[in-house]
Nanobody, 127 residues
Framework: QVQLIESGGGLVQAGGSLRLSCAAS????????MGWFRQAPGKEREFVAA????????LYADSVAGRFTSSRDNAVNTVYVQMNSLKPEDTAVYYC????????????????????WGQGTQVTVSS
């Protein structure tokens, strides 16, 4: 059973940056592909980014590609997303998620593909 705890959210002005972290425990971290999702008020939870279990491959939603970068440090069981050039429409609760995956398997962007979720961290971007 994997437990995930996000941190790093906060209030930032448009054009600013934040780095979110997600610390994992209770499992073998390098066996999991990791995903980032977000949910704005009144909207469905949407895919943001995914990173493979070894950190060698990433996948991004079109809305964040070129602005967000996901990375991971398997030595400390933590995944990150660096968010630059933030926009008010990036305001949401951000969740990390874990998916047990075979090495080299395709990265997934569906919520249903991930079996473990954190509690979320709020990101608010002011205009």
């Amino acid at each position: 059973q994997v437990q995930l705890i996000e941190s790093g959210g906060g209030l930032v002005q448009a054009g600013g940056s934040l780095r979110l972290s997600c610390a994992a425990s209770g499992g073998t971290f390098n066996r999991y592909d990791m995903g980032w999702f977000r949910q704005a008020p009144g909207k469905e939870r949407e895919f943001v980014a995914a990173i493979s279990r070894d950190g060698g491959r990433t996948l991004y939603a079109d809305s964040v590609a070129g602005r967000f970068t996901s990375s991971r440090d398997n030595a400390v069981n933590t995944v990150y997303v660096q968010m630059n050039s933030l926009k008010p429409e990036d305001t949401a609760v951000y969740y990390c998620a874990a998916r047990s995956a075979l090495y080299g398997s395709a990265l997934r962007s569906g919520r249903e593909d991930y079996g473990y979720w954190g509690q979320g961290t709020q990101v608010t971007v002011s205009s």
